[in-house]
C-alpha cells in the first residue's frame, strides 16, 4: 500500500508534464524548396537541445532530400567549435516523412551514435529563410526543444529576422521564452 501512495505523486506530475507542440509545417512546403544548404542565424534553444552545438560557429544545415516528392531523405550538420578554425562539429541522419508535408521524425547520429529520434517541424519556408521547430520529450516531463532561424546565406537582413522573430513569438514556439542566440557566421566562409 505504501508503495501505491508513492507513486501518486509521480503520475500526478507526469500527468501534468510539458508536452512538445506540432506546430502545422508551412504551407508552401516542398522539398524541392527545403533542399540544399541552410545557414544557422541564430535559434532559441534549451539546455538539453544545445548539448551538441555547445560552443559552435558556422553552423550550417544540408538537406538531401529523396527523389520522389515528400519522401523525407537525408539531413547533415556541420559547425566549428568556438572558431571558424575549430575543430569540426558534424552529425548526419535521416528524415522520415510524417504527415502532412514538412513535418519529419528526425534521427541523427553523433560521432558514430544513434542519438533518439525527435519530432522536426519545417515551419517557416520561403526561396531565401526557413524556420526549424524540433522537440523531443523527455521522462518526468521535462522536454527539450529548438527552434532554428535559418537563411540561404551566411547573413540575413535585420528585417526580415525580426519578421521570423515575431513570427515565432505569436506561434507560441519558444515556450520557455529563452534568450535569443545569434548563429555567428564570421569569417566562416
Known amino acids: 500500500m505504501f508503495e501505491m501512495l508513492c507513486l501518486v505523486p509521480v503520475l500526478i506530475g507526469l500527468s501534468a508534464a ?9 504551407a508552401n512546403y516542398a522539398n524541392s524548396l527545403y533542399a540544399g544548404r541552410w545557414y544557422e ?21 544540408t538537406y538531401d532530400p529523396n527523389e520522389e516528392e515528400n519522401t523525407g531523405g537525408n539531413i547533415g ?7 571558424p578554425e575549430g575543430s569540426w562539429n558534424n552529425a ?20 558514430g551514435i544513434k542519438g533518439p529520434s525527435v519530432d522536426y517541424n519545417v515551419v517557416w519556408l520561403d526561396e531565401d529563410s526557413a524556420i526549424e521547430y524540433d522537440c523531443s520529450e523527455h521522462l518526468l516531463g521535462f522536454l527539450d526543444y529548438c527552434v532554428h532561424f ?16 515575431e513570427w515565432v513569438a505569436e506561434s507560441g514556439l519558444n ?7 545569434e548563429g555567428s557566421q564570421d569569417q566562416c566562409w
Open 18 to 26: 510539458e508536452q512538445c507542440l506540432h506546430p502545422a509545417p508551412a
Open 150 to 165: 535559418m537563411s540561404r546565406t551566411p547573413t540575413i537582413s535585420a528585417e526580415k529576422l525580426a519578421l521570423m522573430k
Open 41 to 61: 542565424v541564430g535559434k532559441y534553444q534549451t539546455a538539453g537541445g544545445a548539448i551538441f552545438q555547445k560552443g559552435t560557429v558556422c553552423t550550417i544545415a
Open 77 to 83: 550538420y556541420s559547425s566549428r567549435k568556438e572558431s
Open 92 to 111: 548526419t541522419g535521416i528524415l522520415e516523412p510524417l504527415e502532412p508535408a514538412g513535418h519529419f521524425l528526425q534521427t541523427l547520429e553523433f560521432f
Open 175 to 181: 515556450m520557455h521564452n529563452l534568450e535569443y542566440m
